[in-house]
């Protein structure tokens, strides 16, 4: 991305970045370690439709490349790709980006996203039980839908599983 913003002689590159993956233990310990974090997974249609049509914001799926192929002499990589492009060790992010360049130093930049867009939120399993359910019936009451999917990951100790191997 440095490369990028160098290249383009860019002063502001900003990035934000989506999983189009399942849960995975990779996202909870990369991205959301502790018992603060959240998983939200939002329409990725709308998530679109929100962002086209901003001017100076790119967006498409990241492609994850071996550093052998990338080395290779008749590999061209051309200057739109680079900030689309990671190596190979962190495909199992299965990242979406979306960047806005600027002509000026920015610290952040706004993206109207529909609460509609949201169609589930999970919370950290190292949340402690009263605090989550706390947060959950706030969450709700925000949405004005108490059938929102907000839920506590399972990834850790998923009963479902672990009554499986039970029954044997």
Same mark, same amino acid.
Request: hydrophobic share 30%.
């Given at each position: 991305? *440095?490369? &990028?913003?160098?290249?383009?002689? =860019?002063?502001? =590159? =900003?990035? *934000?970045? #989506?999983?189009?993956?399942?849960?995975?233990?990779?996202?909870?310990?990369?991205? +959301?370690?502790?018992? +603060?974090?959240?998983?939200?997974? #939002?329409?990725?249609?709308?998530?679109?439709?929100?962002?086209?049509?901003?001017? @100076?914001?790119?967006h498409g799926k990241v492609q994850y490349e071996k550093l052998r192929e990338i080395e290779k002499k008749d590999r061209v990589i051309e200057?739109?790709?680079?900030?689309?492009?990671?190596?190979?060790?962190?495909?199992?992010?299965?990242? &979406?980006?979306?960047?806005?360049?600027?002509?000026? @130093?920015?610290?952040? #930049?706004?993206?109207?996203?529909?609460?509609?867009?949201?169609?589930?939120?999970?919370? +950290? %399993?190292?949340?402690?039980? %009263?605090? &989550?359910?706390?947060?959950?019936?706030?969450?709700?009451?925000?949405?004005?839908?108490?059938? @929102?999917?907000?839920?506590?990951?399972? =990834?850790?100790?998923?009963?479902?599983?672990?009554?499986? #191997?039970? %029954?044997?």
């Amino acid at each position: 991305m *440095l490369e &990028y913003k160098k290249r383009k002689k =860019l002063k502001g =590159l =900003l990035a *934000l970045c #989506f999983s189009y993956g399942d849960e995975t233990i990779h996202h909870w310990k990369a991205f +959301s370690n502790g018992s +603060s974090g959240c998983l939200i997974e #939002f329409d990725a249609i709308a998530i679109i439709k929100a962002i086209d049509g901003i001017p @100076s914001i790119k967006h498409g799926k990241v492609q994850y490349e071996k550093l052998r192929e990338i080395e290779k002499k008749d590999r061209v990589i051309e200057l739109e790709e680079i900030p689309f492009i990671k190596r190979w060790p962190y495909r199992c992010e299965a990242e &979406y980006r979306v960047i806005k360049t600027s002509d000026k @130093s920015e610290k952040y #930049f706004d993206i109207s996203i529909p609460l509609e867009s949201i169609n589930r939120i999970t919370i +950290s %399993q190292h949340m402690p039980e %009263q605090i &989550y359910k706390t947060i959950k019936n706030y969450l709700r009451e925000l949405r004005g839908d108490p059938e @929102s999917r907000i839920n506590r990951s399972t =990834l850790y100790e998923n009963k479902r599983w672990i009554n499986r #191997f039970r %029954q044997y």
